[in-house]
């Protein structure tokens, strides 16, 4: 079971677009750089290290390369059964569930990412990871304080981050140090996150929420504030105003994601701060980073092979109506582009639903996976019927009933016992 993480402000690079300029998934840039009216793909590709620093082209960018990855890997016929983001990050996971559409979850972006520029140059901050602490100690050390500074992450075992006026978060780093805090890290920001002096900048985001349109979320996303799934669209608009003063509990969003029977923890962006924390925080279960396209066949070997990335089995090539994902598994693409219609007698589980959820062939829930053979009918796009070039079970539909799909989109996808007839 795949769950997809995003990263948050921090994880940005210099030139963190390059390794995606050729592949098909960089058309989503110039689509971004038309709704946000600048050029993104020189941000992307040029701009210096302290340009990408500042608040609003950090979220900025680091929002739109972690949808390029995605959009990546769903090409390859991948599709997570829950995600999460972490701060900025869980704008991508609400994009990632359907939750709210590209276009929204970039404007709201640009909303959070220029309010939190102004609040903090009203109210100056910083914050500092604490290695080597528990929690309760790093609250203690800001209760201890006595001063501006609050616990602003939970980010793993042994690793918090504080923040809030330089005063209040250096007194709490000397107390940290006191009760056996082995490093304390300034990290370069620009104000207190997820803390109360970022309240200035909710008016902007609540505006900018209000006029988003948030759907009910196709795979479960847990949210930052309560590390809860939450599956109600009218739930979402109070969360991520929420989350602008309150502190990321992301630890707890690991354990929920393992608690939903997580496997392998995919985290798609740039950097791959988030995979380290989840090793921390998850030994037991595989943490992969997806930064660049050559990290894709280490996803597709991890998913293939019970052992993960360290298997023996590999990409095999595409064929014109299905794709070669590995040894056991297909997935079978669309012949043209139109309205995708699955084959009503099919059943599989949906798009990011879980096994025993509704499926999209039959509406029926709790029946078995469909066995196909080689050249029988999956569906139609349009008045194109797809029949598929591989026999086996069917894992999950990869589309949804009545989306437009576009030639060479997969549709489902198959697990085989051998090499296609």
Request: glycine share 10%; net charge negative.
């Amino acid at each position: 079971m795949l769950a997809f993480t995003f990263p948050g402000q921090g994880s940005q690079r210099q030139a963190m677009g390059a390794a995606w300029v050729d592949h098909p998934s960089w058309e989503l840039v110039p689509e971004a750089s038309a709704v946000a009216g600048r050029d993104l793909e020189r941000l992307l590709l040029e701009a210096p290290m302290e340009e990408l620093t500042a608040t609003a082209n950090a979220q900025l960018a680091t929002f739109v390369t972690s949808l390029v990855v995605l959009d990546a890997v769903e090409r390859v016929g991948l599709a997570p059964s829950a995600c999460a983001g972490h701060s900025l990050g869980e704008y991508s996971a609400l994009v990632a569930s359907g939750a709210i559409s590209f276009e929204d979850g970039l404007r709201l972006v640009i909303a959070r990412g220029e309010a939190m520029n102004r609040a903090g140059e009203d109210s100056p901050g910083t914050m500092s990871a604490l290695i080597g602490i528990s929690d309760d100690d790093a609250e203690a050390a800001c209760q201890r304080a006595e001063a501006e500074v609050w616990v602003a992450n939970y980010n793993a075992p042994g690793q918090t981050v504080i923040a809030g006026t330089v005063e209040g978060v250096n007194a709490a780093a000397a107390v940290a140090r006191e009760l056996g805090a082995r490093r304390v890290l300034p990290l370069p920001v620009s104000g207190a996150f997820h803390t109360p002096l970022m309240a200035s900048a909710r008016p902007a985001l609540r505006k900018a929420i209000g006029d988003a349109v948030f759907l009910t979320p196709e795979i479960p996303v847990v949210a930052n504030v309560d590390a809860r799934v939450h599956t109600d669209a009218t739930d979402w608009p109070g969360l991520l105003s929420a989350q602008l003063c309150s502190p990321v509990r992301w630890r707890q969003c690991v354990e929920t994601l393992t608690g939903l029977g997580t496997t392998i923890l995919v985290e798609l962006g740039p950097g791959g701060v988030l995979t380290g924390l989840a090793r921390r925080a998850a030994p037991d279960i595989e943490a992969i980073s997806v930064a660049t396209p050559a990290d894709l066949d280490r996803l597709l070997e991890a998913v293939a092979s019970p052992g993960g990335p360290r298997g023996t089995d590999r990409v095999a090539p595409v064929t014109h109506y299905g794709e070669h994902l590995y040894i056991s598994e297909r997935v079978v693409v669309s012949p043209s582009a139109g309205i995708f219609a699955p084959e009503q007698s099919l059943s599989a589980p949906g798009v990011g639903l879980l096994p025993g959820t509704a499926r999209h062939g039959t509406g029926e829930a709790d029946q078995p996976p469909s066995m196909v053979s080689v050249g029988d009918l999956v569906g139609r796009v349009g008045v194109t019927e797809v029949r598929t070039p591989f026999g086996g079970q069917l894992v999950r539909w990869l589309a949804a009933p009545g989306e437009r799909v576009q030639e060479g989109q997969p549709l489902l996808w198959l697990h085989v016992a051998g090499e296609p007839s």
